[in-house]
């Protein structure tokens, strides 16, 4: 598939109160995207679109809750009416709950799934017949670097992207021969305001799995995605590349550092009592579209590289001798 040029393009994108939403639609208002944003908080996506318009883009927002199936048929009536048509479907509304999978709520467990994975399927099927009426579109899908791995906490999320992946990569075969495309961007962890409002079982604040990115790297990754449809994207290098070749070449070195270390790496210090969070009702962003988290310093994530480098080229010289004395 060629380099579309994006200018004039209607878009709708799910999740776009806040972080990697928000800041995906501003850089596809940049590139000259007609917007429809959505998601529960009318007040945010009001700003969001005054801002967009600002800037010279045009953006209706159309509030709604992706668990809600009338909600997403109307937020695809209400971009078709508006705009004549829909090319592209940004799917990002996402919610995670932290605990230890046996001590989650059944309702969170539940939950995280109708957001993140049907959410996802639900907008899908409400574009697609208009896709298959215009003879094109795209479904791009803002996954995770869970989509792939795991991480302890996050077992339900993490469960509920691996889903959403398998669902993703099957519609694409579908669709082949079709000149509707399906992307995926695996996301690493970026400072986005999920860790202000995420429930957790615990008494101290999350954090997102270091190192932490700018939102606006996710954002630009769908700018690039919107114009090269169909393909699968990471990124970045540390919490992307790295990471996707040291699980397949030696996943004990993950494996052991998330075993030990991973509870305490997503605790903040900072003491909170939040055992619902976002996840059925929004909450007010006291910090603006963008989260609590800063993003890590580039100097602290190339000593990290080095240092897993290090450590994964360590484990498979070891292998390799354990099995050159063995024979
Ligand atoms: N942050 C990370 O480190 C990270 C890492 C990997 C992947 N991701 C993925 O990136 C995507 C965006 O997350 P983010 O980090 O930008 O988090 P965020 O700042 O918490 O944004 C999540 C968005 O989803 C919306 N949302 C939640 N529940 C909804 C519902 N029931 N109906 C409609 N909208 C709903 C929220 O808006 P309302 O509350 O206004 O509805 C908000 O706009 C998610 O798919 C997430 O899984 C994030």
């Known amino acids: 598939m060629g380099r579309?040029?994006?200018?004039?393009?209607i878009a709708i994108v799910t999740g776009a109160s806040s972080g990697v939403g928000w800041q995906a639609a501003v850089r596809l208002g940049e590139a000259g995207v007609r917007l429809c944003v959505t998601a529960r908080?009318?007040?945010a996506l009001a700003r969001l679109c005054q801002d967009i318009q600002a800037k010279g883009g045009e953006c209706i927002a159309v509030p709604g809750d992706v668990t809600v199936q009338s909600d997403v048929e109307h937020v695809v009536r209400e971009c078709v009416a508006h705009y004549g048509r829909v090319d592209l479907l940004v799917n990002d509304a996402g919610v995670q709950s932290y605990g230890l999978f046996d001590e989650l709520p059944w309702e969170h467990i539940t939950r995280v799934f109708d957001v993140n994975c049907f959410g996802f399927m639900r907008f899908a099927r409400a574009v697609l017949p208009h896709f298959r009426?215009?003879?094109?579109?795209?479904i791009l899908n803002v996954q995770s670097m869970l989509s792939k791995g795991g991480a302890p906490l996050l077992s339900t999320y993490s469960a509920s992207k691996h889903a959403t992946l398998g669902w993703a990569k099957s519609l694409k075969l579908e669709l082949t021969n079709t000149d509707i495309h399906v992307?995926?961007?695996?996301?690493?962890?970026?400072?986005?305001?999920?860790?202000a409002h995420a429930p957790t079982m615990f008494s101290r604040a999350p954090k997102p799995v270091p190192p932490t990115y700018d939102v606006d790297v996710v954002a630009r990754a769908v700018v690039r995605a919107a114009r090269s449809p169909g393909k699968t994207l990471v990124p970045v290098f540390l919490q992307g590349w790295l990471i996707l070749a040291m699980d397949t070449i030696v996943p004990f070195v993950g494996d052991f550092i998330l075993g030990r270390w991973g509870k305490r790496?997503?605790?903040?210090e900072q003491p909170v009592n939040r055992r619902e969070g976002n996840?059925?009702?929004?909450?007010?962003?006291?910090?603006?579209?963008?989260?609590?988290?800063?993003a890590t310093p580039r100097w602290k994530r190339f000593s990290a590289t080095a240092a897993i480098a290090a450590l994964a080229g360590g484990a498979v010289l070891g292998a390799a001798r354990l099995a050159r004395a063995a024979r």
């Open 265 to 268: 790496m997503q605790m903040r």
């Open 133 to 138: 009426r215009q003879g094109g579109g795209h």
């Open 183 to 195: 992307s995926n961007i695996l996301v690493p962890s970026v400072s986005s305001n999920m860790f």
């Open 41 to 43: 908080s009318e007040e």
């Open 4 to 9: 579309q040029d994006l200018k004039g393009q």
């Open 279 to 294: 996840l059925f009702q929004p909450m007010p962003r006291v910090m603006g579209p963008y989260g609590p988290v800063p």
